[in-house]
Every structure is written in structure tokens, then in C-alpha cells.
């Protein structure tokens, strides 16, 4: 079921609310913490969901019944530094996959999916190509491609080249950036997601206007600023700076999803993943912009479950 389907209805009782799991946590074998919150089947087939750049576990879509009526085990994790897992400073996108590694061997997965959204989509293509006997599919939505170290990527605007050289010769810049757009966010999240609904398109818009989605945004601003504001700064980092491994590497089926009008991750990347991923396949939503994430979830699980 589709949010705008849910938008819809005429509820707002609690016990027609989607059902949704306790937060919860694992010690990582360096002594850090890392968290996550489960939904769906608890018996299903386990798909892990990475959220994206200045987002948290919490922005994972509200509609548990996709996950339930799939079989899907959905498992949305928190990055470090960010939410409720500990730092891990200097880190690099391929420490991730370690991480992820002992999450599953603690909670008994022997093979998952994987699903990363707008920034968190770098992610899950990192544990598709280190993890390659764990991870049976990699969904990237909305995702963007390397932003260092590609050759010839035409697919690169000036705030991106902008962003690499800085994360290579001056990361406080990108420090000072992180703060100043955190800044109004930390101050009045509701306002800060006000102004934000208020510029993107109107399919955006109404992914975001329905009332599930909107309090998980807010909430999502507490989350973020959890351990201070560092975790986010890294995060940036991260993106800006080489993957550590070539798209063209992955030997996992990839499933991409971007919309044509997304203004955030442009559609050019997307094409890009789809060419340089040996068997990638590409769905383009030709009116929908960078949350189509919420509008999609259904079908993207069932690629993915």
C-alpha cells in the first residue's frame, strides 16, 4: 500500500497505525554500539535499509504492512555517529561492511538484502561488493554515484566537484557547511521541515505532507543530533571521498530506482550506476522527484524480499 493510498483514509486511530518495532542495540567487537529497529515479519526474508545523508533509522517508511504481507523482515540501521550507534571517527565507506557483517551474525542471518536511499545508497553498494556470500540484492533509490575518483564522470554538477576537492584538501570546509545547514534544523525542526516541503515538487510534497511521514522528519531531527553533530560531518565526508572500489566491482544483482525530476541526486547518476554495474536494472519514474522512496516502497520491497 502506497502512502498516498493511506493519505486517503479517513483513520488517525492508534489501532489503525501501522505497528512499529522497539529500538534496539548491539555491542560491535571494537566495544562501539550500533542501533536499529526492526519491522515486518520477524520470521521473513531480512532486508536491511540504510538511510540517507542528514536522516537516521527513523526515516525508514511508516507502512509496516508492505514488509508483513511481503514476508520481509526489514531492518533499518543507524550509521555511526549518527542516531543511536556510537562514532567511529575518521571512518571510510568501506568500514561499513563490517559493521553490517556483525549485525547479521548476531541476529542470524546467514544472507540479506540490502537497500540504501539517497546518501545511504553508496552503502549498500559497498556491502554489495565486499559481502558478496551475504548479500543477496542491493537496491539503490534515489542514490548517488561516486563523487571522487570516477573517470570522466560527466555526471558530476560544480557543488560535487566542489564538495570532493574540499573533503580531500580542506575538510573543515564541509565541517562549516554540515553546521550551517544543521543550524535552523537544530533550532526549530518543525519550521525546518516546513521551509524544506515548501521547495521541492509537488510529488515530493505530497510524499512528505502525509502525517506518518512528516512526524517521522521531525523526529528524525532529534535523532540526528543524538551524539552531536560530528557523526553528520563524517557522513559527508564519506560521500565526498573515494568509495575504495569501482561500481563496475559488484557482482551481486543491483535493482536502481531514481526519479526523473529529482533535483537532489540527478537522474544522470543513476544512469551512470546502471551502465558501469554489470547487470544493474534501471527503473526512471519520469514525474517523480527524490522522495519517491515513500511512494514506491511496496514494489521496491518486493524486488528486494
Known sequence: MTLSRLAGR???????????????????????????????????????????????????????APARELGVRLIAVDRPGVGLSDPLPGRRLL??????????????????AVVGWSGGGPY????????????RAVGLVSAPAPLSGAPAADYLRRFDRTAARAAGRAPWMIRIAMWH?????????????????????????????HPMVRGQMIANSA????????????????????????????RVPVRIWHGERDSTVPPRMAHYLARAIPGARLTIYPQEGHQLLYQRWPEILADLG
Do not use: K
Open 223 to 250: 535523532e540526528l543530533y543524538r551524539n552531536g553533530g560530528r557523526g553528520l560531518y563524517e557522513e559527508a565526508l564519506v560521500l565526498a571521498r573515494r568509495w575504495g572500489f569501482s561500481p563496475g566491482e559488484i
Open 124 to 135: 549498500a553498494a559497498a556491502c554489495g561488493y565486499l559481502l558478496p556470500d551475504r548479500v
Open 10 to 64: 479517513t483513520s488517525g486511530s492508534v489501532a489503525e497505525r501501522p505497528a512499529r518495532s522497539e529500538d534496539r542495540l548491539i555491542s560491535l567487537r571494537d566495544g562501539r554500539r550500533l542501533g536499529y529497529a526492526e519491522y515486518g515479519d520477524p520470521y521473513g526474508r531480512p532486508v536491511l535499509f540504510f538511510h540517507g545523508l542528514g536522516t537516521t533509522r527513523v526515516i525508514c517508511p511508516p507502512d509496516d
Open 95 to 112: 568500514d561499513w561492511p563490517a559493521d553490517v557483517v556483525q549485525l547479521a551474525d548476531q541476529l542470524g542471518l546467514s544472507d540479506f
Open 181 to 209: 545547514w544543521g543550524r535552523p534544523q537544530r533550532r526549530n525542526p518543525v519550521r525546518f521541515f516546513e521551509d524544506s516541503l515548501a521547495n521541492m515538487i509537488e510529488a515530493d510534497q505530497l510524499a512528505l505532507s
